[in-house]
């Protein structure tokens, strides 16, 4: 029997990847709830909302000309998902990319994403 962090365990990846390799944003920012908070270790403030996900994921491909991400490790709870990545590519002005880090998904009853924060290497942006 899956439960709401199996299936969003399954999904969620898997979404993330269809978006970088289509640059469109738009199914994943289906996984977060209305009132969801988003946040990453490089952003000054936090995302909120369907909309908050929406520039939150396009300001995350346009730091890249080009970004993969593989999921090495995957931790879950009745509420929660942690996923453990490396991702590889591209800068926008063309220098070779990789860095890895974690990011920590809380979900309500409906498998919507609540808040997403993610930590990463920020060693990987320093010119």
Not at 28 to 51: C, I, P, Q, V
Not at 64 to 79: A, D, K, N, Q, V
């Amino acid at each position: 029997m899956f439960t709401t962090a199996h299936k969003l365990a399954e999904h969620f990846p898997n979404a993330l990847l269809r978006m970088e390799l289509s640059r469109d944003v738009e199914d994943l920012t289906g996984f977060f709830a209305d009132d969801a908070m988003l946040s990453n270790l490089g952003a000054e403030y936090e995302t909120r909302g369907a909309e908050g996900a929406r520039h939150f994921w396009q300001a995350y491909l346009e730091r890249f000309s080009e970004i993969r991400s593989e999921f090495t490790h995957l931790h879950m709870s009745e509420r929660a998902l942690i996923l453990e990545w490396c991702s590889t590519g591209q800068h926008t002005d063309g220098r070779p990319l990789s860095y890895c880090g974690v990011s920590i998904l809380a979900f309500d009853l409906q498998g919507k994403i609540t808040r997403f924060r993610t930590y990463y290497d920020s060693a990987a942006f320093v010119a």
